[in-house]
């Protein structure tokens, strides 16, 4: 993947989760600036996602941790846990909301 490519895909990605946040069930405020993406949760807790275009990287930071992920055989892998993103962003989502969260790759 160059980094044009790069660019593209996490691009998509954001609007996506954006999109998907805009017909979510629970309240999750959102804010887009800078090619990054500021989840806030009811109790004031955030998710942070951004990209890394040097080491063309997905990077989340969550109330509790903070994660890297790489594009993978047509997905974004979390480099230290082997996870896949839409299943750690549900999970991490879902603990922060305090509620089932269920952000789905519609696409």
Same mark, same amino acid.
């Given at each position: 993947?160059?980094?044009?490519?790069?660019?593209?895909?996490?691009?998509?990605?954001?609007?996506?989760?954006?999109?998907?946040?805009?017909?979510c069930e629970v309240d999750i405020d959102y804010e887009?600036?800078?090619?990054?993406?500021?989840?806030? %949760?009811? $109790?004031?807790?955030?998710?942070?996602?951004?990209? &890394? !275009?040097?080491? +063309?990287?997905?990077?989340?930071?969550?109330?509790?941790?903070?994660?890297?992920?790489?594009?993978?055989?047509?997905?974004?892998?979390?480099?230290?846990?082997?996870?896949?993103?839409?299943? %750690?962003? $549900?999970?991490?989502?879902?603990?922060?909301?305090? &509620? !089932?969260?269920? +952000?789905?790759?519609?696409?």
């Amino acid at each position: 993947m160059n980094e044009s490519q790069y660019h593209q895909m996490v691009d998509t990605l954001l609007i996506d989760i954006e999109e998907m946040l805009d017909e979510c069930e629970v309240d999750i405020d959102y804010e887009s600036a800078s090619s990054i993406l500021t989840m806030t %949760f009811v $109790n004031g807790s955030k998710i942070i996602i951004n990209k &890394q !275009p040097p080491l +063309l990287q997905l990077w989340v930071a969550t109330k509790f941790n903070g994660h890297h992920f790489n594009y993978q055989q047509g997905q974004w892998i979390d480099e230290r846990t082997g996870v896949e993103f839409w299943s %750690f962003l $549900n999970e991490a989502a879902s603990k922060q909301a305090e &509620q !089932p969260v269920n +952000l789905c790759k519609g696409k």
